[in-house]
Every structure is written in C-alpha cells, then in structure tokens.
C-alpha cells in the first residue's frame, strides 16, 4: 500500500483480556514508531524501531505493554491484562531513516482502543 | 509530559480568514514540525523547519521558528471549510536528530466557518 496500515481500526475489549494491535509501515522505511492518543494526556511516544538496533521502548508505561517488529516491517503492539486507562487511540508512524532531515514521519489512521 | 505548548487551544474563524497558531517548547531543537489531524486519528505532516531557518513556505502555510524565543507559529491563509482539524507542533526529543522519536504540543482545534 501507499500508507501506513493499521488494523483493527476499532477494538473492544474486556479488562483483563491481552489485545494485539497491528501495523504495517511505508514498504522501504526503516523506522517505525508507536505513539498513544488519550484525553487528557497528548500524544505520547511508546516506542521507536531503528533497522536492526535495539528498540527504544523508553516511553512504554509499564511492563504490560510490548512491541516487536518482524522482519525489519511488520510491528505488532501488545497490551497485557488491559486496564481502563489503556482506552485511547494507538497510532502507528514510519521515517525512511534515523537522522533524516528531510521531511516528518508518516502516521497510520490509529487503532481506538476501548477497555470495558 | 508535553515539550511544546500551543495557542490557542481552540480557534474560529470564517472561511477566507487567516489563522496563526502558535507554539512553545523548552529544549534546544534540530527542527521543528507541524502536522494536522482530522477526526482524532491519522496524523498527517505538513511542514518542517529546520534550526537554522528563519521562516518557510508551503502553499497557504507559512512557518517561522525563532530559537532564541523557543517559539514557532503557523500561519494559514485564506482558509477553508476543509482546514478544519487539530494541529500540533513537534519536536525530536532531547540530543535526538530529526528522524526520531517526537515530542507533541498539546494541539490546536482550529474551526473554518463557512
């Protein structure tokens, strides 16, 4: 595809249940970032991939969350034992590189997260 | 915590009107970018300036940057029904060059009026 993929775009999910969201960046670029929409809060970085370098998982908000990214494209995000206070929009964005300059980074629609 | 902060939080205006938005932020920068949201998802890039640049153009959008004042303000002329969204500056974390990770403002709602 032209963009950045995500899938779901919506999820419901009982407190307590483990939820996996998906995303497929711009084929060629090697950086992939997870970012998190909720009211109240902003826009947060979760975590970053960089090619074959060790992610920086330093925004992630506790243990519960995770992240891999398959074969330098596909990233999956996952949540364990969802809380409430994980309800917000997950959006997904890719870079062609660490370092470049010029342009910004190419978000995906975002998975809406609910957590009954 | 969010590096930049934006003003107004919300704005509306009428179609044709020019809207600026303005936005703080607290560390030293290598850039700065703005992108635009519509309906709460996707966020789309509009512009990047870099350090050393003053100002820059993009179609109806102009950007400055002043780092001595760690400030930037979007300008959007002639406006449109369709500008309607929320928009929000963004900048590398600290010591971090451009293509990584990004600190938002909290946005602005900017409303068109037809």
């Known amino acids: 595809g032209a963009g950045v993929s995500q899938s779901p775009s919506n999820k419901v999910t009982e407190k307590g249940k483990d939820v996996e969201l998906r995303c497929d960046p711009i084929s060629g670029h090697t950086a992939l970032y997870w970012y998190r929409q909720s009211l109240g809060q902003g826009l947060e970085f979760l975590i970053y991939?960089?090619?074959?370098?060790?992610?920086?998982k330093s925004g992630l908000p506790s243990d519960r969350f995770s992240a891999e990214r398959t074969g330098g494209s596909v990233s999956t995000l996952t949540i364990q034992r969802t809380q409430q206070e994980d309800s917000a929009v997950y959006l997904c964005?890719?870079?062609?590189?660490?370092?470049?300059?010029?342009?910004?980074?190419?978000f995906g629609p975002g998975t809406r997260l609910t957590v009954l | 915590s969010q590096q930049g902060e934006e003003d107004p939080q919300a704005l509306s205006i009428q179609e044709g009107e020019n809207a600026t938005m303005n936005c703080s932020y607290k560390?030293?920068?290598?850039?700065l970018q703005w992108y635009r949201q519509n309906s709460g998802r996707g966020l789309v890039h509009l512009i990047l300036?870099?350090?050393?640049?003053r100002e820059k153009h993009s179609g109806r959008l102009r950007v400055t940057l002043d780092t001595s004042k760690k400030s930037s303000s979007l300008l959007i002329t002639a406006s449109r029904a369709a500008d309607t969204a929320s928009y929000f500056c963004?900048?590398?974390?600290?010591?971090?060059?451009?293509?990584?990770?990004?600190?938002f403002g909290e946005g602005t709602q900017l409303t068109v009026n037809p």
């Open positions: 560390t030293s920068i290598n850039n």
């Open positions: 963004a900048t590398p974390q600290r010591g971090e060059t451009s293509g990584s990770r990004l600190t």
């Open positions: 964005a890719s870079s062609p590189a660490y370092g470049t300059s010029g342009g910004g980074q190419f």
């Open positions: 300036i870099r350090s050393n640049e």
């Open positions: 991939f960089q090619g074959n370098s060790a992610p920086d």
